[in-house]
């Protein structure tokens, strides 16, 4: 084989190499204890913001992804992060500008929503414990701010361990982020979700 054969092989392999490698690449199967998590939390990010031309947005996705979840049937919603399995936080994307933050809209206390099949109603009584480190000053309440944020466009959603403290200052388990992730009715990031679930399942299901 000639020096100009060989050259013209290697440069192949070169480039193909990667893509062997991203073909063999292993899916991220979810941990055992997200498998057999029964209860979730639905909220928005402490640190998200809202435009001020609609500070309902990120309130608008926490109802979408929790009527979704009611829908698939495999979680029981819960109201407190201490009796949730997993705590999923919310981020709808929006362009830069300026927003507000912790606003008296993201404020919840009573819960009514209703699904073609489920109704649910429930309630929360008294402050509910800081989900990240409030820092400096203890956990006071957080007030409403306007910022001038340069925030991503695309919607997010994770998923967090319950049943810690200060469970959002964690990595998240799991993560989705997309245009128009979180909008309803057919909610995209829950539904990458469940196949992320089904996923593993099979995949574990598969090694026993």
Request: aromatic share 4%.
């Amino acid at each position: 084989m000639s020096v100009r054969a060989w050259m013209v092989l290697l440069l192949l392999c070169l480039l193909l190499g990667p893509q062997a490698q991203a073909k063999n690449k292993k899916k991220q199967l979810l941990p055992e204890d997200v498998l057999r998590a029964e209860t979730v939390l639905v909220v928005i990010h402490p640190e998200a913001g809202e435009p001020l031309t609609n500070p309902r947005v990120n309130r608008t996705a926490q109802e979408e992804v929790e009527k979704a979840i009611m829908k698939w049937g495999r979680f029981k919603l819960v109201m407190d992060s201490q009796t949730a399995d997993l705590i999923i936080a919310v981020r709808q994307g929006h362009a830069s500008g300026p927003t507000i933050r912790n606003s008296p809209t993201d404020d919840r206390p009573v819960v009514a929503q209703q699904t073609d099949a489920q109704i649910r109603i429930g309630g929360k009584q008294g402050r509910p414990p800081d989900l990240t480190d409030p820092g400096f000053g203890g956990s006071e309440p957080r007030r409403p701010r306007i910022t001038n944020e340069v925030g991503p466009s695309e919607d997010i959603f994770e998923v967090y361990r319950g049943g810690v403290k200060y469970p959002l200052d964690k990595s998240p388990v799991w993560r989705y982020m997309a245009k128009d992730a979180l909008n309803g009715p057919e909610v995209e990031a829950v539904e990458q979700f469940r196949k992320a679930i089904a996923e593993s399942e099979e995949t574990r299901q598969q090694k026993n």
